[in-house]
T-cell receptor, first 111, second 115 residues
């Protein structure tokens, strides 16, 4: 079963705009990670936020985590056509090494 | 450093046939994962190895799927016999769980079509 649920399922924006994707999960977590998947390729790790962190930045990426609401958001600022991809959140629970992935948000950035 | 290598990239078979996928993880990564990704969904873990031992195979359909990781390095995943619903991308990933919070590094995947 999948732990995370991304919202929206699909998002289409213009180049230069910001893109926000949300992830909700069900059980307590150790950390939450975001991955990107370009069409026909494997997943690439973007950013990790630990359960005791509330916000993290990496370049044009900003991730927030609200453990009380069991939710996270990924913000991509000043989007580019190259950001077109599917984005997945993945949660690591307790002492397990296992990651549980959501269904993903498909982002299209139009030039 | 070289990434996770998978082969073949594509495979088309008929139902009831057998198929095998190969994965070579990043050097030094003790943990190896096989995922199944059905179109439009996120990856679902099939099996996790720590060195050459199985850590989690709770979602592996053991009546038809098998996997091994001899010598704790590369791994093969086999399906025998294949069903139509096995059509998916099979992803291999590796990690160093005790470091980096278990960030996983993925191969490009094998796209399987069962006709």
């Amino acid at each position: 079963s999948q732990q995370g649920e991304e919202d929206p399922q699909a998002l289409s924006i213009q180049e230069g705009e910001n893109a926000t994707m949300n992830c909700s999960y069900k059980t307590s977590i150790n950390n939450l990670q975001w991955y990107r998947q370009n069409s026909g390729r494997g997943l690439v790790h973007l950013i990790l936020i630990r359960s005791n962190e509330r916000e993290k930045h990496s370049g044009r990426l900003r991730v927030t985590l609200d453990t009380s609401k069991k939710s996270s958001s990924l913000l991509i600022t000043a989007s580019r056509a190259a950001d077109t991809a599917s984005y997945f959140c993945a949660t690591r629970q307790g002492g397990s090494e296992k990651l549980v992935f959501g269904k993903g948000t498909k982002l299209t950035v139009n030039p | 450093e070289a990434g996770v290598a998978q082969s073949p990239r594509y495979k088309i078979i008929e139902k009831r046939q057998s198929v095998a996928f190969w994965c070579n993880p990043i050097s030094g990564h003790a943990t190896l994962y096989w995922y199944q990704q059905i179109l439009g969904q996120g990856p679902k873990l099939l099996i996790q190895f720590q060195n050459n031992g199985v850590v989690d195979d709770s979602q592996l359909p053991k009546d038809r799927f098998s996997a091994e990781r001899l010598k704790g390095v590369d791994s093969t995943l086999k399906i025998q016999p294949a069903k139509l619903e096995d059509s998916a991308v099979y992803l291999c990933a590796s990690s160093r769980p005790l470091r980096e919070g278990n960030i996983q590094y993925f191969g490009a995947g094998t796209r399987l079509s069962v006709l």
